[in-house]
């Protein structure tokens, strides 16, 4: 069965500009997290979706807010862009309480 | 506070012999507990988890092996092989916040399998 499908692979933003990531989860996992790679930081959680509700939250400025479609797809945004949050975005699937399966992740690059 | 830590960046190992790779975490809380692989510029791939009711758990050429006393656990590769070479993360699931699958991971280890 398909894996978790993250849009776009790649971003050039402006700094000040607002992006749009896209997560599709695996066909019947209903939990959708985010996280943020960087170099200084490791893997970092940024949120959570079950069920089109935010379950969990983790300690990010509230530029970064995201959503979950019934279809369980999730869109994450980020507003005003800084240099900082150039990093590579992971998106994971997980059925609930298991294995969490990650998508190829979104490659951000603000200039 | 760093709650799972890979305190060895990284490691480096001949094909065909044993690979360890250690994590070390510091709430007694945590209760569920994952590795994954990972390359450059993508993402995590799952590799095997273990539940604190266990001490171990196998699948093919990975055991994990979990030492709740010692908070401590670790992933054996054997035989290791040069595709193995990636970056490591060790990662718990977070037991605050009721359901949740938020996990918190390490800062990874670097193998490295020399062929």
């Known amino acids: 069965k398909a894996g978790v499908t993250q849009t776009p692979r790649y971003l050039i933003k402006t700094r000040g500009q607002q992006v749009t990531l896209s997560c599709s989860p695996i066909?019947?996992?209903?939990?959708v997290s985010w996280y943020q790679q960087t170099p200084g930081q490791g893997l970092q959680f940024l949120f959570e979706?079950?069920?089109?509700?935010?379950?969990n939250k983790g300690n990010f400025p509230g530029r970064f807010s995201g959503r979950q479609f019934s279809n369980s797809r999730s869109e994450m945004n980020v507003s005003t862009l800084e240099l900082g949050d150039s990093a590579l975005y992971l998106c994971?699937?997980?059925?609930?309480?298991?294995?969490?399966?990650f998508g190829q992740g979104t490659r951000l690059t603000v200039v | 506070d760093q709650q799972v830590k890979q305190n060895s960046p990284s490691l480096s190992v001949q094909e065909g012999r044993i690979s360890i790779l250690n994590c070390d975490y510091t709430n007694s809380m945590f209760d569920y507990f994952l590795w994954y692989k990972k390359y450059p510029a993508e993402g995590p791939t799952f590799l095997i988890s273990i539940s604190s009711i266990k001490d171990k758990n196998e699948d093919g050429r990975f055991t994990v092996f979990l030492n709740k006393s010692a908070k401590h656990l670790s992933l054996h590769i054997v035989p290791s092989q040069p595709g193995d070479s990636a970056v490591y993360f060790c990662?718990?699931?977070?037991?605050?916040?009721?359901?949740?699958?938020?996990?918190?991971f390490g800062t990874g280890t670097l193998l490295a399998v020399q062929p």
């Open positions: 066909s019947g996992h209903r939990s």
């Open positions: 979706y079950f069920s089109e509700t935010q379950r």
């Open positions: 990662a718990a699931r977070d037991p605050y916040g009721g359901a949740t699958n938020k996990l918190i």
């Open positions: 994971a699937s997980s059925l609930d309480q298991t294995e969490a399966f």
